[in-house]
């Protein structure tokens, strides 16, 4: 049955006290909005459609690098969780089911919103449902055995209703006409004066429909809506991702000073040193290691490379098998072919490093001429000796070697040895009659 997942993601946050909008801010390297946008693909949905308001304009770019394929519509005003499904009625498809999500909570499993969905063929309406050690301010189901019968905001329930400690964790599927007409019946006659989505359970069953609850864990309904909530949310976002590293078999030798992002890979037998950081889109095979105090985001260590310590690994950065990358070295956007050694204080930007190239210490590839970019090509078994300058755009052939301390601006053919600095001249005894005559100019002082 097809399927439209709406992401409500227009609220202010105000409690964030932020320029930004809420969902824009970062959980695991990545925005709090693809949280909920990755544990919502894992339903394979057919339409993705984005509720954007407050920095509309943010996080529909934002909507668009992370799922090119999603649709953002604007709730122009925020008048209330039923009012922003609304806005999505003709981004979604019109048959099918619709799973509802907050952009503002990051937690859910792909296995919860299984059952959800699974529960569709019991219900008409699916709200997926906790219970809450302290309920606080949350909406409370109020339910009959499996049914329920209706969802009471805080603000509007009694005190009997606020005593229930089954809450609203927001998400809701449905089939979509059934969904949408009932929205349509919603009002905002509330003590909120906001149109809630929660009303559609009552209306549902007022009109003989059926709505029930599925259950899940209260850690993972949680909602960010302050910093310190964020700061709570990466601590245990964090220790979740570690458990499941070590668990898939990955050596942390200090795991609890290990930063991950929302996709990182690593594989098995994988080392990673202390106090790694992670960026978004970083993949590590099996058996590679990544030494202390690296910093890696959009690259992927193959098989047998090993990382650092202190290398920092940009985007476009693919080390080929058993490359080794050593300390003080930056890469970006460089491919380095099989057995490569990078040892140390090495920039190498838009490159290409053929197998079994050596880089010397303190090689860099100039890529940048303060407006364009230019590309390095390197070939197979080359030497690039310590500290060479490589003036981009410029090849250096297989097997050639350039000398230390150069500065290639011309192509280097294969084999060939390019050396390009002042030639070394010595002059006997000048050093000596040099200091000399310092000394005793100071002498004379
Ligand atoms: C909502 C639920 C409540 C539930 C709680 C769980 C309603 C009426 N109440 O309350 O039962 O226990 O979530 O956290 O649905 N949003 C929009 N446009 C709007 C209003 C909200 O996009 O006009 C978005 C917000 O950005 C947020 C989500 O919807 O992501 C929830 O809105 P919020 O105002 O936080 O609802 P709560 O009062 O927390
Ligand atoms: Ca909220």
């Known amino acids: 049955m097809a399927l439209s997942l709406i992401v409500l993601a227009a609220g202010q946050g105000t409690r964030m006290n932020s320029e930004r909008p809420k969902v824009l801010h970062p959980l695991g390297g990545v925005p709090l909005l693809a949280h909920a946008l990755a544990a919502g693909r894992a339903l394979e949905p057919d339409r993705v459609v984005v509720v954007a308001g407050h920095g509309a304009p943010e996080v529909t770019a934002a909507a668009a690098e992370l799922d090119p394929e999603a649709q953002v519509v604007i709730q122009a005003e925020r008048l209330g969780t039923a009012h922003a499904v609304a806005q999505a009625r003709d981004a979604a498809l019109p048959r099918g089911d619709v799973v509802v999500l907050y952009g503002d909570t990051p937690f859910l499993t792909p296995e919860t919103l299984e059952r959800l969905r699974a529960a569709r063929s019991r219900f008409d309406v699916v709200v997926l449902g906790f219970r809450a050690l302290d309920p606080g301010r949350y909406g409370r189901l109020v339910t009959s055995g499996d049914d329920l019968l ?82 709570a949310a990466e601590a245990a976002f964090q220790a979740r991702r570690r458990a499941e590293m070590i668990d898939l078999g990955v050596t942390l030798t200090a795991p609890d000073t290990v930063i991950f992002a929302l996709d990182t890979v690593v594989g098995r037998d994988a080392i990673i040193g202390p106090n790694v950081v992670f960026g978004p889109g970083v993949t590590v095979e099996s058996g590679a290691e990544i030494r202390a105090f690296c910093h890696l985001e959009g690259c992927h260590v193959s098989r047998g490379a090993t990382v650092g310590p202190f290398a920092r690994l940009r985007p476009g950065a693919e080390l080929a098998e058993d490359v080794h990358v050593g300390n003080f070295v930056e890469l970006k956007n460089a491919i380095l072919d099989e057995g490569v050694k990078v040892g140390h204080l090495t920039y190498l930007g838009d490159a290409h490093v053929g197998e079994h190239t050596n880089i010397g210490a303190g090689t860099v590839t100039c890529n940048y001429d303060g407006v364009m970019k230019h590309r390095t090509t390197i070939g197979k078994r080359a030497f690039i000796g310590s500290d060479t300058m490589l003036v981009a755009p410029v090849t250096v052939g297989d097997d050639a070697l350039t000398a230390s301390g150069s500065v290639i601006t011309e192509d280097v053919p294969p084999e060939a040895l390019a050396v390009a600095r002042g030639r070394q001249v010595n002059k006997p005894g000048l050093a000596a009659r040099l200091m000399a005559r310092l000394r005793a100019l100071k002498a004379a002082k």
């Not at 905001?153 to 007409?181: H, P, Q, Y």
């Not at 929660?198 to 949680?222: M, S």
């Open 150 to 231: 209706a969802i009471v905001e805080w603000k509007d329930a009694s005190d009997e209703e606020r005593r229930i400690d089954l809450c609203n964790s927001g998400v809701m599927a449905a089939d979509a006409a059934t969904l949408f007409a009932l929205i349509d019946a919603v009002d905002n006659a509330n003590a909120a004066g906001e149109y809630y989505l929660t009303d559609v359970a009552g209306i549902a069953r007022a009109r003989g429909l059926t709505a029930g609850v599925v259950l899940c864990d209260e850690a993972e309904t949680l909602g960010i809506n302050t910093r310190a909530e964020l700061v």
